[in-house]
């Protein structure tokens, strides 16, 4: 059980305790990036099982790796790379005869955050559904370049580091990726500008 007082500390103050040892620092780090970390995998990845898989094998990663990690990024740009990279290896399987399982709308309501309203959800599920079938036409470069900055919220110097491209390079992907979404959506009744 991870306590207050560590759910109050910094990452850096984490990851060094952790590195020291210290199994509740170590805790409270994968409790706070469980949920992000296999949201962006399900949402890059697109099935509930491959980013399960993916957030396995990044939090395993990052406990084996915890000593190696350097600090010169913050800690969720390196998970997010570990996740990518393993995301990369999930998606390379299905290419080679895995099955992909389409994501669907209780999956993302489970690791949604506070309770919104029964209109709100109502709402939000007609619009998640058009929104998630809208990003599965985009590229898996595109996809992972909207994610990164819209739904992860990372700068774009973040995101290129993330995604081994320059900063230029991911801005036309976003721009890309956000003009194809836009055509998607436009004809959607309930989406505004």
Do not use: N
Request: one cysteine or more; glycine letters at 8%.
């Amino acid at each position: 059980m991870v306590t207050q007082r560590a759910k109050g500390r910094s990452d850096a103050v984490l990851v060094s305790a952790a590195r020291r040892g210290d199994r509740e620092a170590l805790e409270a780090l994968l409790a706070r990036y469980s949920s992000p970390v296999y949201r962006f995998g399900l949402r890059l990845c697109g099935s509930e099982d491959a980013a399960r898989e993916v957030l396995q094998e990044t939090l395993v990663t990052a406990f084996r790796g915890l000593h190696a990690f350097r600090g010169q990024a913050r800690l969720s740009t390196w998970l997010y790379q570990v996740a990518r990279s393993h995301c990369s290896r999930e998606r390379r399987k299905e290419a080679r005869g895995g099955v992909r399982v389409p994501l669907d709308a209780s999956v993302a309501r489970q690791v949604a955050s506070p309770e919104p309203s029964f209109d709100d959800v109502a709402h939000a599920r007609g619009l998640g559904a058009v929104l998630r079938e809208a990003l599965g036409t985009l590229s898996a470069s595109d996809r992972e370049a909207l994610l990164l900055r819209d739904v992860e919220g990372l700068s774009a110097e973040e995101a290129a580091r993330r995604t081994g491209i320059d900063v230029r390079a991911h801005k036309s992907r976003l721009h890309r990726a956000r003009m194809r979404l836009r055509e998607k959506l436009s004809g959607t009744s309930g989406v505004r500008d």
